[in-house]
């Protein structure tokens, strides 16, 4: 599949302002250097054009998506790795920041990057079902970068997000809407798509420019750090995928995946 076609954008057919934005990278929409490079280009392209809204959803029946590709981060072209990781930096600052209204249609599951692409917008709806959702990185034996944990503090209280975080924890459908990780449960993606438009909705009568103005003062300190510690954040990453024991706790981890796989069938 070519990079244009990894992610989609359709206007909402009741509400041409309002762009339905597809990732579409099966089998569960890993974040891979294409993917985000897609994502990124989209944002900006949404930041100048006439839309006011967005909805992030997947094409994939049962993932959102399954976060970074693990094969970004095993064996890396350690050129390419910078590339990765800057384009990640890029998106989640495009995207926490957005001038548009943002809301996700989670309609799978949601771990690790993926969480981070839902805790980016304003508003969650979730597809119940035996999905779940979080920020597992010590489970994988990586550690989240402090604007993964800055992004999850503006969505959950720091106490929850401690915890959530040192244990690795996925929170299923239930327990996320219980700790405030999700808004609201859908029962299927279209369900979900619907209550994010009733999200946007809220904000007919708000004019725009003071609306995104004070979203951005609300996540201004979330985005400091990143901001101004880029460069420092990229070789951090670059460094850490050198450490032998972070390249055999991956190895593991696509092992285990795999292994899943092979057993179910
Ligand atoms: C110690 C020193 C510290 C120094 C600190 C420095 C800080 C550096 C920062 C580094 C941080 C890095 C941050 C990472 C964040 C991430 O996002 S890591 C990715 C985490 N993702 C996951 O854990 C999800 C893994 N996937 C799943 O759990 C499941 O796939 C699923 C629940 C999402 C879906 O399940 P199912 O529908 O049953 O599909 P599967 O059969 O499992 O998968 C199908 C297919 O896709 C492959 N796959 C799945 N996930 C990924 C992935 N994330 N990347 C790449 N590939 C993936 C899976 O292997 C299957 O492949 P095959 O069909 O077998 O080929």
Redesign the pocket.
Known sequence: MSSQNLVTVTPDKDNDEIAIVTMQRP??N???LELLQALSKTLDELSTSDFRAMVLTSA?P??F?????????YKPDLKRAEQF?STLQDVWLKLFESNLITAAAIN??A??????LAMSCEYRAMVSGK??IG???T???????RW?MDCMLNTISQREAEIALTTGKLFSVEEALKVGLIDETAKDKEDAINKCLGFIEKFESIPPLPRSMTKQKFRANGVQWLKANKQADID??V???K?P??QQSLEM??HM??S??NK?E
């Open positions: 089998p569960v890993s974040l891979n994939s049962t993932v998506s399954a976060g970074l590709d693990i094969m970004e981060m990781w799978g599951h771990p690790a990057g993926g969480c981070l999905y779940s920020l597992n990185e489970a994988l034996g990586i550690v989240a970068p993964f951090e990453f460094h850490f995928l450490f024991q972070v981890y696509i995946l795999k899943k796989q179910s």
